[in-house]
């Protein structure tokens, strides 16, 4: 691993230091803890804040906290809002993550806000795939407070959007995938949700991100949007319940009542009972598993060469993880998906740590999906 | 699924011939040197999976916007040789861009090279599975050719885990591994495999630099399992890396000498 470039400023960047080479006025005897509470100690961190981020991040690392006062394991506190947009979509949900640091009296709040809502249309499955429906996803922004902060501007932004629409795209499919389970036959023991009519009708699930504001981790706080918003999207419509083929008309399928769905759909209240009869198609159907994912940022300490996970970064500290460690969880079976990349190489302690971080998060966020 | 995933147990030989103990690498072969307009260029090839790689750069971005002055910059550009499934080929091109983005960005020197890019095009010529290891293989030859300074050699590995049934449909919870999946055996058993792909470097050969996963995910003991085919994996590329590098060497230097 190559050696961290030597700071322009004096090799101890203590605020003592600092301020003498920028020859500021101190009034009170010098301390070099990061936590002072005294006025020139405050500006002398604010100024070391805005000078050389890098090392104001790196002091507060290496004391084993984080900026926002976090402990490495610690998530920011995350706020889930369902059915909002109700009866414009099926279902909807807004996530909120929001930290706040505070150096003195000034305080910096910063915000990661994702909305998802879902929309169903009603078309032709694939001939590949005759019994199984569709996911599309769409992610967009108003890129809130990071328009022109990116030196590459809303370019690389788009392009990171665009990632995080083929990542979240995957995962729904692969999650539905999960859902569905095959007989020894052939068959399908347990049918895709979204089919209605084999070979000749699907539901095709449209998935609609909108980032409001990026504070740092937008692939947790989207999945989850994701999520909540599909297990919001209740009751689907059903052939035979709601959905009627009619032969005189060549087999189209037509509404048996469409006041009467669009009613239950907007007046459906998301209780415990009511969650779990309307996500079971019939009564043998198992509880709805969820895919979750917990994003940790790698740091290695110079001084001991000890690698750290810090859990939930926030968009300050992203710009100086020495990599980014992703793990999606299944919540029905545990299953991990790692995704990984970085400078920092991972061993096997690492990857059980990260493990038993993601799997705590999926109990958690479980909770509340379920709940 | 269940009767071909019972079939997959029985068989003593893979698809492509291999011995079904799943660890076996594909027969390998890399040409460096294959088109003179880029500065650095590879075929690679693994199996039936091919690929065409060229480096261009370290070059002025045609965009100033793009200059970053403290370090260089890496682009990833992958075009896919599948017409037929557009959509699914634009999200996975996508995907697989970033993490070769993110890899070779943390295993070149890009402090050598502020105010610079350093773009990769990698086209697809034939695909039959381990698609992102074989993309990664490429790309780090046609550094090695354009004479880039890298901080490690990275090596990527798939590995398929599959969850194998008994004859009567119920699911045994111990997995198989099987080492550099064909495009079949990727397919083959969609709800009961994932696919592994880990990075690492000979010097260090226990730990990964990166890792993208398919499929319905892994359990912690497979993933840790996985790690350890893949350390011992890790020999065999940067010593065939060595080898193509030697025969371009010497196959250059008797051409100079011939005139």
Same mark, same amino acid.
């Given at each position: 691993?190559?050696e961290?470039?030597?700071?322009p400023f004096p090799?101890?960047a203590?605020?003592?230091t600092?301020?003498?080479?920028?020859d500021l006025?101190?009034?009170?005897? &010098?301390t070099t803890?990061?936590n002072s509470?005294?006025?020139?100690s405050?500006?002398?961190?604010?100024?070391?804040?805005?000078?050389?981020?890098?090392?104001?991040? /790196?002091?507060?690392?290496k004391?084993?906290t984080?900026p926002?006062?976090?402990?490495f394991?610690?998530?920011r506190?995350c706020?889930v809002?369902?059915?909002?947009?109700?009866?414009?979509?099926?279902?909807?949900?807004?996530?909120?993550t929001?930290?706040?640091?505070?150096?003195?009296?000034?305080?910096?709040t910063?915000?990661?806000k994702?909305?998802?809502?879902?929309t169903? /249309?009603?078309?032709q499955?694939?001939p590949d795939?005759?019994?199984?429906?569709?996911?599309?996803? /769409?992610?967009?922004?108003s890129?809130g407070?990071?328009?022109?902060t990116?030196f590459?501007g809303?370019?690389?932004q788009q392009?990171?959007?665009d990632?995080l629409q083929?990542?979240?795209?995957?995962t729904l499919e692969e999650?539905?995938e999960?859902q569905?389970?095959?007989?020894?036959?052939?068959?399908?023991?347990i049918?895709s949700r979204?089919k209605?009519?084999?070979?000749k009708a699907?539901?095709?699930?449209?998935?609609?991100v /909108?980032?409001?504001?990026?504070?740092?981790n937008i692939e947790?706080a989207a999945?989850?949007?994701?999520?909540?918003?599909?297990?919001? &999207?209740?009751?689907l419509?059903?052939?035979g319940?709601?959905?009627?083929?009619?032969?005189?008309?060549?087999?189209?399928?037509f509404w048996k009542?469409?006041?009467?769905?669009?009613?239950?759909?907007?007046?459906?209240?998301?209780t415990?009972?009511?969650c779990?009869?309307n996500?079971?198609?019939?009564?043998?159907?198992?509880?709805?598993?969820?895919r979750v994912?917990l994003?940790?940022?790698v740091?290695?300490?110079?001084?001991?060469?000890?690698?750290?996970?810090l859990?939930d970064?926030?968009?300050?500290e992203?710009?100086f993880?020495d990599g980014t460690?992703?793990?999606v969880?299944?919540?029905?079976?545990g299953?991990?998906?790692?995704?990984y990349?970085?400078k920092?190489?991972?061993?096997?302690?690492?990857?059980?740590?990260?493990?038993k971080?993601?799997?705590?998060?999926?109990?958690e966020?479980?909770?509340?999906l379920?709940? | 699924?269940a009767g071909?995933?019972?079939?997959?147990n *029985?068989?003593?030989?893979r698809?492509?011939?291999?011995?079904?103990?799943?660890?076996t690498l594909?027969p390998?072969?890399?040409?460096l040197?294959?088109?003179h307009?880029a500065?650095?260029?590879?075929?690679?090839k693994?199996?039936?999976?091919h690929?065409?790689?060229?480096?261009?750069?370290p070059?002025a971005?045609?965009?100033?916007?793009?200059?970053?002055?403290n370090?260089g910059m @890496?682009s @990833?550009v992958i075009?896919?040789?599948d017409?037929?499934?557009?959509q699914? $080929?634009?999200n996975?091109?996508?995907e697989?861009?970033?993490?070769?983005h993110d @890899?070779?960005?943390?295993c070149?020197?890009?402090?050598?090279?502020?105010?610079?890019?350093?773009e990769?095009?990698l086209?697809?010529i034939? $695909?039959d599975?381990s698609m992102?290891?074989?993309?990664?293989?490429?790309a780090?030859a046609?550094l090695?050719d354009?004479g880039?300074?890298l901080?490690?050699?990275?090596?990527?590995?798939t590995c398929?885990? @599959?969850?194998p049934s008994?004859l009567?449909?119920? *699911?045994k *919870?111990? $997995?198989?591994i099987?080492?550099?999946?064909? $495009?079949?055996?990727?397919f083959?058993?969609?709800?009961?495999?994932?696919?592994?792909?880990?990075v690492n470097?000979?010097?260090n050969?226990?730990?990964?630099?990166g890792s993208h996963?398919?499929?319905?995910?892994?359990?912690?003991?497979?993933l840790?399992?996985c790690?350890?085919v893949?350390? *011992?994996?890790?020999?065999a590329?940067?010593?065939f890396f060595?080898?193509?590098?030697?025969?371009?060497?010497t196959?250059?230097?008797?051409t100079?000498?011939?005139r």
């Amino acid at each position: 691993m190559e050696e961290s470039k030597p700071s322009p400023f004096p090799p101890s960047a203590s605020l003592s230091t600092l301020g003498e080479w920028l020859d500021l006025p101190t009034t009170t005897t &010098t301390t070099t803890t990061i936590n002072s509470s005294s006025s020139s100690s405050s500006s002398n961190l604010l100024l070391l804040q805005s000078l050389d981020p890098q090392q104001y991040v /790196h002091d507060f690392w290496k004391n084993r906290t984080r900026p926002d006062g976090r402990l490495f394991s610690q998530s920011r506190p995350c706020k889930v809002v369902t059915g909002m947009l109700r009866p414009h979509s099926a279902g909807s949900a807004l996530v909120t993550t929001t930290t706040t640091s505070t150096i003195n009296t000034t305080s910096t709040t910063t915000t990661t806000k994702v909305l998802a809502a879902t929309t169903l /249309h009603i078309g032709q499955p694939s001939p590949d795939r005759p019994d199984r429906g569709d996911i599309v996803v /769409h992610v967009t922004g108003s890129g809130g407070h990071n328009i022109g902060t990116d030196f590459l501007g809303n370019k690389q932004q788009q392009q990171n959007w665009d990632v995080l629409q083929a990542w979240l795209q995957r995962t729904l499919e692969e999650e539905e995938e999960q859902q569905v389970e095959e007989d020894g036959n052939g068959g399908c023991a347990i049918p895709s949700r979204l089919k209605l009519w084999t070979g000749k009708a699907a539901l095709r699930l449209v998935v609609t991100v /909108h980032i409001l504001e990026d504070g740092g981790n937008i692939e947790d706080a989207a999945l989850l949007a994701c999520m909540a918003a599909w297990k919001d &999207t209740t009751p689907l419509p059903q052939l035979g319940k709601d959905l009627v083929p009619v032969p005189e008309r060549g087999g189209a399928l037509f509404w048996k009542n469409h006041e009467a769905y669009l009613e239950k759909r907007a007046t459906a209240t998301i209780t415990t009972e009511d969650c779990n009869n309307n996500n079971n198609d019939n009564n043998d159907r198992p509880p709805r598993a969820f895919r979750v994912s917990l994003t940790m940022g790698v740091w290695r300490d110079p001084q001991d060469q000890t690698t750290h996970l810090l859990v939930d970064p926030s968009l300050h500290e992203k710009q100086f993880v020495d990599g980014t460690l992703t793990m999606v969880v299944d919540t029905s079976s545990g299953r991990l998906q790692p995704q990984y990349t970085g400078k920092v190489p991972l061993t096997a302690n690492d990857l059980a740590l990260a493990a038993k971080l993601s799997q705590a998060r999926a109990d958690e966020l479980a909770a509340i999906l379920l709940s | 699924m269940a009767g071909s995933n019972s079939n997959t147990n *029985k068989r003593t030989l893979r698809p492509d011939g291999r011995p079904s103990q799943g660890n076996t690498l594909r027969p390998l072969a890399c040409e460096l040197s294959c088109t003179h307009r880029a500065d650095g260029s590879a075929l690679w090839k693994a199996g039936l999976t091919h690929v065409l790689a060229a480096v261009y750069g370290p070059i002025a971005p045609l965009v100033i916007a793009k200059e970053n002055p403290n370090q260089g910059m @890496v682009s @990833v550009v992958i075009k896919m040789s599948d017409q037929g499934q557009q959509q699914q $080929s634009n999200n996975q091109t996508l995907e697989y861009g970033q993490f070769l983005h993110d @890899v070779l960005t943390a295993c070149i020197d890009v402090s050598k090279f502020p105010r610079c890019v350093m773009e990769v095009v990698l086209q697809v010529i034939q $695909s039959d599975g381990s698609m992102l290891a074989c993309l990664l293989h490429a790309a780090v030859a046609a550094l090695m050719d354009a004479g880039i300074d890298l901080l490690y050699m990275p090596v990527a590995t798939t590995c398929l885990v @599959v969850l194998p049934s008994s004859l009567d449909g119920t *699911k045994k *919870k111990k $997995s198989r591994i099987l080492l550099d999946p064909t $495009s079949a055996e990727e397919f083959e058993d969609d709800d009961c495999s994932s696919v592994v792909v880990l990075v690492n470097e000979k010097n260090n050969p226990d730990a990964i630099l990166g890792s993208h996963t398919f499929g319905g995910g892994v359990t912690l003991e497979d993933l840790l399992a996985c790690v350890q085919v893949a350390s *011992k994996a890790c020999h065999a590329i940067p010593a065939f890396f060595r080898l193509a590098m030697e025969q371009k060497v010497t196959r250059e230097s008797q051409t100079l000498w011939s005139r």
